[in-house]
């Protein structure tokens, strides 16, 4: 299995940046796609973007389409979600997520679909 260690949260104004980190250990990182899920308190958790095993592919959910991007190194088996034009609805503990990628292409859009989670990160976006 795989290890995930999420980085970079934090507290940021509307309309600042962050990029998160997610580190992982274990099997062959480039077996894996990644996706990061957000979850509000109170509310379910949510697919926020997601890369394929080669990066080759991403998907986003519409409501970060043109503010987040993702990326990964698969020779630092890490994974980036960089987070621009933040808002206070952005509000989340963002998880890093992975699953096993039979298919290079592949993103995957759903919660479910992911097998391993990290711990979380908190941000937060004041007002």
């Known amino acids: 299995q795989v290890q995930l260690v999420e980085s970079g949260g934090g507290l940021v104004q509307t309309g600042g940046s962050l990029r998160l980190c997610c580190a992982a250990?274990?099997?062959?990182?480039?077996?894996?796609?990644v996706g990061w899920v957000r979850q509000a308190p109170g509310k379910a958790r949510e697919f926020v973007i997601g890369i394929s095993r080669t990066g080759s592919n991403t998907g986003y959910a519409d409501s970060v389409k043109g503010r987040f991007a993702i990326s990964r190194e698969n020779a630092k088996n890490t994974v980036y979600l960089q987070m621009n034009t933040l808002k206070p609805e952005d509000t989340a503990v963002y998880y890093c997520?992975?699953?096993?990628?039979?298919?290079?292409?592949?993103?995957?859009?759903?919660?479910?679909?992911?097998?391993?989670w990290g711990q979380g990160t908190q941000v937060t976006v004041s007002s």
């Open positions: 250990s274990g099997r062959t990182f480039n077996n894996y796609a």
């Open positions: 997520a992975a699953t096993f990628g039979f298919t290079l292409s592949v993103v995957h859009t759903t919660p479910g679909e992911y097998d391993y």
